[in-house]
Structure formats: C-alpha cells, structure tokens
C-alpha cells in the first residue's frame, strides 16, 4: 500500500451518528410524542362559579340576565363542542424613535356550526401570542344565532338559514344576510362563507358593500348581522 493511500485515509473525516452496519435508520426506535395534558379551569369569578357548579347550565340564560362574561372557560364549559380557526394574519409596522417596531396581528373565528359563533382579535410582537389573545377573545364574544327558514320559496321547518334579512355594519363594511330556500346553499365569498359556516348556516344570499378585503371591518360587520336574529328574534 503506498504512502499517498494511506495519508488519504488519515485524513478522511470520522462518521458519526449511522449506528451499527446494516441498520436502516427505520428501524432506530422512536420517542413518542407528548400529547398536551389538558387545561383544567380553575374559576375566578362569581358567574365562572355559578357555571361551574352547574347553577347556570346555557349561554342564554347568561345573556338573558345581563351578565358579563370574563372568562372564556365559562365559554367551553357550556358550549365543549366550540372549534376555532385563524381567519386572517397580517403585520403591523410602525415607526418610533428606536426605529421600526413589528407586530403581528390575527383574527380568530370560535364556532359549533349549530347556531353560536365569536370573533376575536389579538396583537403581539409573536404570532403564536396574537393567536392565542385573538382566540381568547373569540371564545368571550360568542353570541348564540337564531337559525331558521326564512325564504318564502321554501317555508319549511328546518333551520337551515335566518329567519328573516338582517343588516350589519363594521367600519365602512355594510354586509346584508337574506334568507335562502333550502339546497341553495352559501352565496357568498370566500371568508364570508366560511364565517356563515361556522355559525350553522347552510343557505343564504349576501350582498356586500364598502372594503371587503378588509376582515377586520367585514368579521365585525357579519358578527353584527348575525346577533340581530337572537336580539330581534
């Protein structure tokens, strides 16, 4: 064996981390994965004590009596089949006199698709945060929905649209929910119908004015058209 063969294997670089020869790396057992251990709410308030201890046992009744909700596992003790969704991200600069600060916004939609729906928003320097402060805020604006039929094409009995049109207004968005006969189906866009889902509509017409893009102005706009059915109903 020559010199040069074997200042080539001096100099090889040592492999680290393969194991033994023959042993794929399927085959390496695997760690399993922590399932988050589950919440448990610990009541701070007098109506979360009352909801707690089965005193109080619907949203309605909450709402009824003027009783303000400041906690959102009042929320998810009454309502445990709630899910949430991000709607929409963005970012938020600004100008200071250190230099330029960014935020993280994000709207988050709480719903049971069977007549309760809540917008929220949240702001922070991290997403993940902003996330969780807007589903936070979610979980404490959700409102029951009237569900119904409406349309006088259809006049059954099931509830699948609104009782009647309503209107609502956020910021410069003007959105309008008519009744719709059954098997219609959404007419609406894309985070709009997604939204209306989420309540537990499955048949409408909408008519939409101002800055639909902006969701901030559009969530709260749809959120008022849809606390008329309970409030009016």
């Not at 399993?32 to 308030?45: D, S, V």
Request: proline content about 6%; charged content about 25%.
């Amino acid at each position: 064996m020559s010199q040069a063969t074997q200042g080539q294997r001096r100099r090889s670089p040592p492999v680290y981390g393969r194991g033994p020869p023959g042993r794929k790396e399927e085959d390496r057992p695997r760690r399993p994965r922590r399932e988050p251990e589950p919440e448990i709410w610990i009541p701070k308030t007098i109506l979360g004590r009352k909801v707690s201890s089965g005193e109080i046992t619907s949203l309605e009744e909450i709402i009824e009596s003027g009783l303000r909700i400041q906690e959102s596992g009042i929320i998810k003790k009454l309502l445990p089949d709630l899910k949430s969704e991000v709607v929409d991200v963005g970012m938020i600069q600004k100008m200071t006199s250190n230099g330029q600060s960014t935020r993280f916004k994000a709207i988050v939609a709480a719903g049971n698709s069977n007549g309760y729906l809540g917008i929220g928003q949240g702001k922070s320097k991290q997403m993940r945060i902003a996330i969780e402060k807007a589903t936070n805020q979610a979980f404490l604006n959700v409102n029951p929905i009237k569900l119904g039929c409406g349309s006088w094409e259809c006049r059954c009995d099931q509830k699948h649209s609104i009782p009647f049109k309503v209107r609502g207004k956020g910021g410069s968005v003007t959105i309008e929910i008519i009744p719709a006969p059954r098997g219609l189906g959404l007419v609406a866009g894309g985070k709009i119908k997604r939204l209306l889902e989420l309540a537990g509509l499955k048949d409408a017409w909408t008519t939409a004015k101002g800055s639909t893009p902006t969701m901030n102005s559009t969530s709260k706009a749809i959120l008022d058209c849809l606390r008329q059915t309970f409030s009016q109903g």
